[in-house]
Protein backbone atom coordinates (compact mmCIF):
# COMPACT_ATOMS: atom_id res chain seq x y z
CA UNK A 1 0.00 0.00 0.00
CA UNK A 2 0.78 3.66 -0.64
CA UNK A 3 2.70 5.26 2.31
CA UNK A 4 -0.54 7.92 2.42
CA UNK A 5 -2.44 5.15 3.36
CA UNK A 6 -0.63 4.22 6.34
CA UNK A 7 -0.03 7.77 7.76
CA UNK A 8 -3.47 8.18 7.48
CA UNK A 9 -4.47 4.93 9.40
CA UNK A 10 -1.87 6.08 12.03
CA UNK A 11 -3.02 9.70 12.25
CA UNK A 12 -7.25 8.52 12.81
CA UNK A 13 -5.86 5.85 15.84
CA UNK A 14 -4.35 8.94 17.47
CA UNK A 15 -6.55 11.33 16.77
CA UNK A 16 -9.40 9.24 18.46
CA UNK A 17 -6.58 8.61 21.69
CA UNK A 18 -6.57 12.58 21.40
CA UNK A 19 -10.47 13.73 21.45
CA UNK A 20 -11.12 10.35 24.44
CA UNK A 21 -8.29 12.53 26.47
CA UNK A 22 -10.26 15.87 25.62
CA UNK A 23 -13.58 14.95 26.52
CA UNK A 24 -13.08 12.99 29.79
CA UNK A 25 -10.97 16.60 30.56
CA UNK A 26 -13.62 18.93 29.18
CA UNK A 27 -16.44 16.86 31.50
CA UNK A 28 -15.02 18.77 34.49
CA UNK A 29 -11.02 19.36 34.31
CA UNK A 30 -10.86 22.42 31.48
CA UNK A 31 -13.41 24.62 30.06
CA UNK A 32 -13.36 23.49 26.07
CA UNK A 33 -11.68 26.14 24.88
CA UNK A 34 -8.95 24.94 27.59
CA UNK A 35 -8.86 21.55 26.82
CA UNK A 36 -8.82 22.80 23.46
CA UNK A 37 -5.70 25.08 24.15
CA UNK A 38 -4.22 21.88 25.91
CA UNK A 39 -3.18 20.24 22.58
CA UNK A 40 -1.46 23.08 21.47
CA UNK A 41 0.05 24.33 24.63
CA UNK A 42 2.05 20.55 25.13
CA UNK A 43 2.81 19.85 21.12
CA UNK A 44 3.65 23.10 19.80
CA UNK A 45 7.34 22.86 21.55
CA UNK A 46 8.05 19.18 20.62
CA UNK A 47 6.87 20.02 16.72
CA UNK A 48 9.66 22.65 16.72
CA UNK A 49 12.28 20.98 18.57
CA UNK A 50 11.71 17.63 16.24
CA UNK A 51 11.49 19.87 12.95
CA UNK A 52 15.13 21.44 14.00
CA UNK A 53 16.75 17.74 14.60
CA UNK A 54 15.09 16.27 11.14
CA UNK A 55 16.13 19.18 9.23
CA UNK A 56 19.87 19.17 10.71
CA UNK A 57 19.52 14.92 10.57
CA UNK A 58 18.73 15.13 7.28
CA UNK A 59 20.73 18.28 5.75
CA UNK A 60 18.11 21.09 4.90
CA UNK A 61 17.82 24.46 5.11
CA UNK A 62 14.46 25.84 6.23
CA UNK A 63 12.79 27.11 2.67
CA UNK A 64 11.58 30.69 2.25
CA UNK A 65 7.54 31.04 3.37
CA UNK A 66 5.60 32.85 1.00
CA UNK A 67 2.35 34.85 1.27
CA UNK A 68 -0.16 32.19 0.46
CA UNK A 69 1.99 29.57 2.59
CA UNK A 70 1.15 32.04 6.13
CA UNK A 71 -2.74 33.00 4.66
CA UNK A 72 -3.38 29.06 4.18
CA UNK A 73 -2.13 28.09 7.40
CA UNK A 74 -3.50 30.71 9.26
CA UNK A 75 -7.43 30.31 7.78
CA UNK A 76 -6.66 26.19 8.22
CA UNK A 77 -5.28 27.12 12.28
CA UNK A 78 -8.67 29.03 12.91
CA UNK A 79 -10.66 27.17 11.50
CA UNK A 80 -8.95 24.08 13.32
CA UNK A 81 -9.15 25.69 16.67
CA UNK A 82 -12.63 26.62 16.52
CA UNK A 83 -14.04 23.62 14.67
CA UNK A 84 -11.63 21.56 17.77
CA UNK A 85 -14.23 23.73 20.52
CA UNK A 86 -17.29 22.86 18.71
CA UNK A 87 -16.47 19.32 19.13
CA UNK A 88 -15.46 19.35 22.88
CA UNK A 89 -19.01 21.55 23.45
CA UNK A 90 -20.71 18.72 21.32
CA UNK A 91 -19.39 15.83 23.41
CA UNK A 92 -21.46 17.14 26.65
CA UNK A 93 -24.69 17.00 24.00
CA UNK A 94 -24.08 13.63 22.80
CA UNK A 95 -22.27 10.30 23.46
CA UNK A 96 -18.54 9.66 21.95
CA UNK A 97 -19.68 7.81 18.95
CA UNK A 98 -22.20 10.20 17.66
CA UNK A 99 -19.76 13.36 18.25
CA UNK A 100 -17.46 11.79 16.42
CA UNK A 101 -19.87 10.72 13.63
CA UNK A 102 -21.58 14.53 13.67
CA UNK A 103 -17.78 15.63 13.31
CA UNK A 104 -17.14 13.60 10.47
CA UNK A 105 -19.37 15.13 7.99
CA UNK A 106 -16.51 17.11 7.09
CA UNK A 107 -15.86 14.47 4.76
CA UNK A 108 -18.56 15.22 2.79
CA UNK A 109 -18.48 18.85 2.99
CA UNK A 110 -14.51 19.00 1.51
CA UNK A 111 -15.94 17.75 -1.38
CA UNK A 112 -17.53 21.01 -1.38
CA UNK A 113 -14.92 23.09 0.08
CA UNK A 114 -12.28 21.35 -2.43
CA UNK A 115 -14.74 22.60 -5.28
CA UNK A 116 -14.72 26.50 -4.21
CA UNK A 117 -10.97 26.67 -3.34
CA UNK A 118 -9.04 24.12 -5.44
CA UNK A 119 -11.68 23.84 -8.62
CA UNK A 120 -12.29 20.09 -7.82
CA UNK A 121 -15.55 18.69 -9.68
CA UNK A 122 -17.65 15.94 -8.14
CA UNK A 123 -19.14 13.42 -9.88
CA UNK A 124 -23.29 11.94 -10.08
CA UNK A 125 -21.74 9.14 -8.15
CA UNK A 126 -19.97 11.99 -5.68
CA UNK A 127 -23.08 13.89 -5.23
CA UNK A 128 -25.40 10.28 -4.59
CA UNK A 129 -22.81 9.74 -1.46
CA UNK A 130 -23.34 13.37 -0.08
CA UNK A 131 -27.07 13.25 -0.45
CA UNK A 132 -27.00 9.38 1.60
CA UNK A 133 -24.78 11.47 3.89
CA UNK A 134 -26.96 13.95 4.45
CA UNK A 135 -29.48 11.11 5.22
CA UNK A 136 -27.56 9.56 7.75
CA UNK A 137 -27.21 12.60 9.73
CA UNK A 138 -31.12 13.30 9.24
CA UNK A 139 -31.50 10.04 12.02
CA UNK A 140 -28.04 11.14 14.16
CA UNK A 141 -29.57 14.73 14.53
CA UNK A 142 -32.69 14.87 16.71
CA UNK A 143 -32.82 14.72 20.91
CA UNK A 144 -31.27 11.40 22.58
CA UNK A 145 -34.48 9.79 23.29
CA UNK A 146 -35.90 8.43 20.57
CA UNK A 147 -38.58 9.38 17.99
CA UNK A 148 -39.51 9.63 14.65
CA UNK A 149 -37.28 12.25 12.54
CA UNK A 150 -38.60 15.80 12.58
CA UNK A 151 -37.40 18.65 10.58
CA UNK A 152 -36.66 20.72 13.55
CA UNK A 153 -34.65 17.89 15.02
CA UNK A 154 -32.23 19.82 13.06
CA UNK A 155 -32.34 23.12 15.29
CA UNK A 156 -30.62 21.56 18.33
CA UNK A 157 -27.85 22.39 19.77
CA UNK A 158 -26.11 19.50 19.30
CA UNK A 159 -26.26 19.06 15.16
CA UNK A 160 -25.43 22.73 15.12
CA UNK A 161 -22.06 22.40 16.60
CA UNK A 162 -21.80 18.75 14.50
CA UNK A 163 -22.57 20.26 10.93
CA UNK A 164 -20.33 23.58 12.27
CA UNK A 165 -17.26 21.34 12.94
CA UNK A 166 -17.37 19.61 9.98
CA UNK A 167 -17.85 22.55 7.64
CA UNK A 168 -14.57 23.96 9.52
CA UNK A 169 -12.37 21.04 9.83
CA UNK A 170 -13.03 20.80 5.96
CA UNK A 171 -11.65 24.26 5.58
CA UNK A 172 -9.09 23.42 7.57
CA UNK A 173 -7.70 19.87 5.44
CA UNK A 174 -7.69 22.17 2.20
CA UNK A 175 -6.12 24.51 3.92
CA UNK A 176 -3.26 22.67 5.48
CA UNK A 177 -2.96 20.84 1.87
CA UNK A 178 -2.35 24.14 0.14
CA UNK A 179 0.40 25.79 2.70
CA UNK A 180 2.06 22.31 2.23
CA UNK A 181 2.06 22.67 -1.19
CA UNK A 182 3.47 26.09 -1.83
CA UNK A 183 6.97 25.08 0.56
CA UNK A 184 9.66 24.37 -2.49
CA UNK A 185 10.64 20.72 -1.21
CA UNK A 186 10.49 17.09 -2.29
CA UNK A 187 10.95 16.03 1.03
CA UNK A 188 7.14 14.85 1.87
CA UNK A 189 7.98 14.52 5.86
CA UNK A 190 10.06 18.10 5.61
CA UNK A 191 7.21 19.55 3.74
CA UNK A 192 4.57 18.36 6.51
CA UNK A 193 7.02 19.10 10.13
CA UNK A 194 7.45 22.72 8.58
CA UNK A 195 3.55 23.22 8.04
CA UNK A 196 2.81 21.88 11.10
CA UNK A 197 5.21 23.79 13.20
CA UNK A 198 3.81 26.67 11.74
CA UNK A 199 0.49 26.19 12.50
CA UNK A 200 0.90 25.10 15.92
CA UNK A 201 3.11 28.45 17.02
CA UNK A 202 -0.23 30.43 15.59
CA UNK A 203 -2.63 28.11 17.43
CA UNK A 204 -0.88 28.17 20.57
CA UNK A 205 -0.32 31.90 20.63
CA UNK A 206 -3.82 32.84 19.23
CA UNK A 207 -5.56 30.58 22.11
CA UNK A 208 -3.34 32.04 24.68
CA UNK A 209 -4.02 35.52 24.16
CA UNK A 210 -8.05 34.37 24.10
CA UNK A 211 -7.85 32.92 27.53
CA UNK A 212 -5.30 35.47 28.94
CA UNK A 213 -8.50 38.05 27.74
CA UNK A 214 -11.44 35.76 28.47
CA UNK A 215 -10.82 32.78 30.70
CA UNK A 216 -8.33 34.42 33.38
CA UNK A 217 -6.87 30.98 35.23
CA UNK A 218 -7.65 28.79 32.41
CA UNK A 219 -3.98 28.37 31.54
CA UNK A 220 -3.01 28.16 34.99
CA UNK A 221 -5.22 24.97 34.93
CA UNK A 222 -4.49 23.58 31.65
CA UNK A 223 -0.67 23.34 33.16
CA UNK A 224 -1.89 21.63 36.30
CA UNK A 225 -3.61 19.28 34.51
CA UNK A 226 -0.84 18.23 32.67
CA UNK A 227 -0.54 14.80 33.77
CA UNK A 228 -3.14 13.98 31.53
CA UNK A 229 -3.28 17.44 29.47
CA UNK A 230 0.39 16.60 28.13
CA UNK A 231 -1.05 13.10 26.50
CA UNK A 232 -3.20 15.51 24.73
CA UNK A 233 -0.33 16.82 23.35
CA UNK A 234 1.79 14.07 22.45
CA UNK A 235 -1.00 12.05 20.90
CA UNK A 236 -2.50 15.89 18.68
CA UNK A 237 1.14 16.15 17.43
CA UNK A 238 1.50 12.34 16.36
CA UNK A 239 -2.00 12.85 14.58
CA UNK A 240 -1.30 15.91 13.33
CA UNK A 241 1.56 14.92 12.04
CA UNK A 242 0.50 11.95 10.48
CA UNK A 243 -2.30 13.93 8.62
CA UNK A 244 -0.14 16.77 7.44
CA UNK A 245 2.15 13.60 6.05
CA UNK A 246 -0.99 12.17 4.25
CA UNK A 247 -1.82 16.03 2.96
CA UNK A 248 1.25 16.32 1.19
CA UNK A 249 0.76 13.04 -0.23
CA UNK A 250 -2.92 12.79 -1.18
CA UNK A 251 -5.74 14.85 -2.49
CA UNK A 252 -7.45 15.56 0.87
CA UNK A 253 -10.71 14.04 -0.19
CA UNK A 254 -9.25 10.53 -0.10
CA UNK A 255 -7.36 11.63 2.97
CA UNK A 256 -10.58 12.50 5.10
CA UNK A 257 -12.30 9.36 3.76
CA UNK A 258 -10.16 7.01 4.48
CA UNK A 259 -9.61 8.69 8.07
CA UNK A 260 -13.21 7.35 8.61
CA UNK A 261 -12.12 4.34 10.12
CA UNK A 262 -12.17 6.46 13.16
CA UNK A 263 -15.77 5.61 13.75
CA UNK A 264 -15.24 2.40 14.24
CA UNK A 265 -12.47 3.44 16.94
CA UNK A 266 -14.79 5.59 18.85
CA UNK A 267 -17.38 3.12 18.56
CA UNK A 268 -14.95 1.18 20.51
CA UNK A 269 -13.78 3.82 22.89
CA UNK A 270 -18.02 4.46 23.59
CA UNK A 271 -18.81 1.02 24.85
CA UNK A 272 -15.41 0.01 26.48
CA UNK A 273 -14.29 3.34 28.15
CA UNK A 274 -16.91 5.70 28.32
CA UNK A 275 -19.85 2.71 29.27
CA UNK A 276 -22.25 4.35 26.80
CA UNK A 277 -25.12 2.81 25.22
CA UNK A 278 -25.37 3.77 21.78
CA UNK A 279 -29.66 3.33 20.33
CA UNK A 280 -30.86 1.51 17.30
CA UNK A 281 -31.15 4.82 15.65
CA UNK A 282 -27.72 5.87 16.63
CA UNK A 283 -25.84 3.02 15.26
CA UNK A 284 -28.33 3.34 11.76
CA UNK A 285 -26.90 7.15 11.18
CA UNK A 286 -23.74 5.74 11.56
CA UNK A 287 -23.87 3.16 9.03
CA UNK A 288 -25.96 5.64 6.75
CA UNK A 289 -22.59 8.14 7.25
CA UNK A 290 -20.58 5.09 6.54
CA UNK A 291 -22.29 3.68 3.61
CA UNK A 292 -21.92 7.57 2.02
CA UNK A 293 -17.85 7.55 2.83
CA UNK A 294 -17.06 4.41 1.14
CA UNK A 295 -19.85 5.38 -1.88
CA UNK A 296 -17.21 8.78 -2.29
CA UNK A 297 -14.08 6.49 -2.18
CA UNK A 298 -15.15 5.22 -4.97
CA UNK A 299 -16.44 8.36 -7.04
CA UNK A 300 -13.30 10.30 -5.95
Excluded at 55 to 68: E, G, M, R, V
Amino acid sequence: MDLWIYVTLAAAAFQTLRFMLQKQMSLGTLSAAGATFARFFYSAPLIAVLLLGYLNLTAQSLPALSLAFWVYGAVGGLTQILATVCVVLLFKQRNFAVGITFKKSEVILIVVVSTIVLGESVSWLGLGAILLGVAGLFLLSSAPKEHPFRLRDLANKAAGLGLGSGLLFAVSGVCYRGASLELPLEDPLARAAITLSAVTAMQLLAMALWLRLREQGEITAVWQARRVAGWIGIFSMAGSFCWFTAFTLQNAAYVKALGQVELILSLMVTVIFFKEKITRREILGIGVLAASVLLLVSAI
